[in-house]
């Protein structure tokens, strides 16, 4: 039975207030390095609503089929990899490199139900490319470009890449755009300076969501 939209939306915030706080403390908890962290309730009703929107936007562009599982724990990834780098300037491996497994898993269901293999196998080869350049990003200009952000590209690289190539140069663009914007806004209202650190997760994951956002896709 199929569900209607007003229905889907409301079981997909209902989703988003249960797991918002827990990413919350997963969150402030990473980025501490402590166990027994409590998040703000600040905090907790803003990584709950990037939640709902995130979860809301993957169903509203796919539907319901396995690929959406993909866009769905992606978006719970982001927020956590986001919150966790703009705390700390880190970007876990713990949160990383499951959201890439889980991913990659899904979009293969999604081949094997759907027969989106062509979507896949590029998935995959833009996945490669986008962490083969990140690679060198990082040896160029390690200060600027940790291997955080280079294994942040490799889960972008598989989600956007699936897309298409060109949403995914798209998606990296916008993120490099919204990270210098940002850098400039800081400079001018004297909050960093031309030698502080600033992070490219939210930046690259900002990228990322407005491109999808936008509709800048093409279904395989």
């Known amino acids: 039975m199929e569900l209607s939209r007003p229905v889907l939306l409301g079981v997909v915030l209902l989703v988003a207030v249960a797991v918002g706080p827990w990413l919350a403390r997963v969150a402030v908890r990473l980025a501490g390095r402590d166990p027994a962290a409590v998040p703000s309730a600040t905090r907790v009703g803003v990584m709950t609503a990037l939640l709902a929107g995130l979860l809301a936007g993957a169903v509203e562009l796919l539907g319901l089929r396995p690929a959406t599982a993909a866009l769905a724990w992606g978006a719970g990834a982001a927020v956590v990899l986001g919150a966790v780098d703009l705390l700390c ?3 876990p491996d713990r949160v990383t ?3 890439v497994a889980v991913c990659a898993a899904a979009l293969l269901v999604d081949a094997a139900v759907l027969g989106t ?6 998935a995959l080869a833009a996945a490669a490319v986008a962490f083969a350049v990140g690679v ?3 040896v160029l200009s390690p200060d600027g470009f940790g291997f955080g952000d280079v294994k942040l590209l490799l889960l972008l690289g598989l989600v956007l890449g699936w897309f298409g190539w060109g949403v995914l140069m798209t998606g990296i663009f916008f993120g490099l755009l919204t990270g210098a914007l940002v850098s400039l806004v800081l400079l001018a209202t004297r909050r960093a300076g031309w030698r ?3 992070p490219f997760g939210p930046p690259l ?6 491109v999808l956002s936008l509709g800048a896709v093409s279904l395989t």
């Open 136 to 138: 060198v990003a990082a």
């Open 205 to 210: 994951l900002a990228g990322a969501v407005l």
């Open 97 to 99: 490199y499951p959201a």
């Open 196 to 198: 502080t650190a600033i």
């Open 89 to 91: 300037h880190r970007l």
């Open 117 to 122: 293999w062509a979507a896949f196998v590029r």
